[in-house]
């Protein structure tokens, strides 16, 4: 429902699949800015493969990825995402490691490609937390405009209807709970290297590559 919110063009693609088709437009039109708004279920689930294999190509495209924890929108089941003990129409005794597994941390995988530029993990439980967000998000927009390159935000955000629980006690559990599991937090941030002035008479200097780099 992106575009009802949002005055921009948008093409809605089969679940999972947004990298795959913001790969083609971005290849088709590279003058195009292009990003991708998708959830933990979309991206970390059924698109977790056209995920892993556009970062690591280093597309440049920008991705914005809403980390609720839970499917919202299809009846509660449990994400990829869903913490450890917690409840969910598929997970009815909560998650376990023996039967499930441990929640994915899409932002800590990502980080460790080569093509990727940037990846921060971001929350939207206070006033301070979205101003952060939108930082992050204003961010990766510009890796993508003045660098081309691939730039990821995870936000963390409530599901009050599948927690079953008051919005403001929601909020209170992606702080208290989420960020336990999923720490806030930049994790790479290697934007394109500045030339560097060439004397006369000398060859052309070469980037070295490095950039900056966050673990949390």
Same mark, same amino acid.
């Not at 575009?3 to 093409?11: E, G, P």
């Not at 979309?42 to 977790?48: F, K, P, Q, R, T």
């Not at 080569?114 to 990766?140: N, P, S, T, W």
């Not at 599948?162 to 941030?189: H, T, Y």
């Given at each position: ?58 597309? =440049?495209?920008? $991705?914005?990825?809403?980390? *609720? ?10 994400? /990829? &995402?869903? #913490? ?55 961010? =990766?927009?510009? $890796?993508?405009?003045?660098? *081309? ?10 599901? /009050? &209807?599948? #927690? ?53």
């Amino acid at each position: 429902m992106l575009y009802k919110y949002f005055d921009v063009d948008t093409i809605e693609s089969a679940h999972g699949r947004a990298l795959a088709v913001a790969t083609g437009i971005k290849r088709a039109r590279p003058d195009l800015f292009v990003f991708t708004y998708q959830g933990d279920g979309d991206l970390a689930s059924i698109g977790l493969c056209e995920t892993i294999h556009a970062a690591n190509r280093g597309e =440049a495209v920008t $991705v914005v990825y809403v980390n *609720n924890a839970v499917y919202g929108m299809t009846g509660g089941q449990m994400a /990829p &995402t869903t #913490l450890l003990g917690m409840r969910t129409t598929t997970t009815p005794a909560g998650r376990t490691i023996a039967n499930e597994g441990f929640p994915l941390k899409m932002a800590e995988m990502l980080a460790m490609l080569g093509g990727v530029a940037y990846c921060e993990r971001v929350a939207l439980y206070d006033f301070k937390q979205v101003r952060r967000a939108r930082k992050a998000i204003f961010h =990766a927009f510009d $890796v993508q405009l003045k660098h *081309n390159g691939f730039g990821f935000v995870e936000v963390l955000s409530a599901c /009050p &209807t599948n #927690l079953r629980i008051s919005p403001s006690q929601s909020q209170k559990w992606v702080a208290d709970e989420m960020c336990k599991v999923f720490p806030l937090g930049v994790f790479k941030d290697i934007p394109e290297p500045e030339a560097a002035p060439v004397a006369e008479g000398a060859t052309e200097a070469q980037p070295n590559g490095q950039g900056t780099y966050h673990a949390v």
